[in-house]
């Protein structure tokens, strides 16, 4: 256990609950300069709750905080003009890296899912949202590929659950 994180972790939980909820959660990033909705800290909460609680006790936050510093290095790492932007080349590389080989026109369609200003690159914290949906997408999408085949059928209710729980 990190310490230094235990003690960050206790200062978030103002209702000393030993869980995180949503608005906590939203407050504890915004002081790392990490501004996201409440929907988008919604969703990495359920990303990373595995106790369908919808709140993160010490170890899931503790999974979450690597997760974040994960993609923010990989972010750093691609950014080689340090505009502040990864162009869909540096968003291909990095994912690549991560092991997310997508085709070019999935990965065209996931940046423009992530780009709502439609810049054609994405922000430090548009790359954190389209890596959180890559994220629970292979996880959602190994729930139904047992074999790891990398191919799944799926019934339309299958489709739905699948979809509603994918972060995005």
Same mark, same amino acid.
């Given at each position: 256990?990190?310490?230094?994180?235990?003690a960050w972790f206790d200062a978030i939980d103002t209702d000393r609950s030993g869980r995180l909820d949503a608005k906590e959660l939203q407050r504890a990033l915004a002081l790392g300069n990490l501004n996201f909705g409440l929907n988008d800290v919604d969703q990495m909460v359920r990303a990373f709750d595995t106790?369908?609680?919808?709140?993160?006790?010490?170890?899931?936050?503790?999974?979450?905080?690597?997760?974040?510093?994960?993609?923010?290095?990989?972010?750093?790492?691609?950014?080689?003009?340090?505009?502040?932007? #990864?162009?869909?080349?540096?968003?291909?590389?990095?994912?690549? =890296?991560?092991?997310?080989? #997508?085709?070019?026109?999935?990965?065209?369609?996931?940046?423009?899912?992530?780009?709502?200003?439609?810049?054609?690159? #994405?922000?430090?914290?548009?790359?954190?949202?389209?890596?959180?949906?890559?994220?629970?997408?292979?996880?959602?999408?190994?729930?139904?590929?047992?074999?790891?085949?990398? =191919?799944?059928?799926?019934?339309?209710?299958?489709?739905?659950?699948?979809?509603?729980?994918?972060?995005?």
């Open positions: 256990m990190d310490p230094q994180l235990k106790s369908n609680a919808r709140s993160l006790g010490y170890e899931e936050f503790q999974r979450l905080h690597i997760f974040l510093v994960n993609v923010q290095n990989s972010f750093q790492t691609f950014d080689r003009d340090r505009s502040g932007k #990864l162009t869909p080349d540096e968003v291909t590389n990095a994912l690549r =890296q991560a092991g997310f080989n #997508l085709d070019p026109p999935a990965m065209m369609a996931m940046i423009g899912k992530f780009d709502p200003d439609n810049s054609g690159s #994405l922000s430090l914290d548009e790359y954190i949202r389209a890596c959180l949906f890559l994220q629970t997408a292979a996880r959602t999408f190994g729930a139904f590929d047992p074999q790891r085949t990398g =191919q799944i059928h799926l019934s339309f209710n299958q489709f739905v659950y699948a979809a509603s729980h994918v972060c995005g």
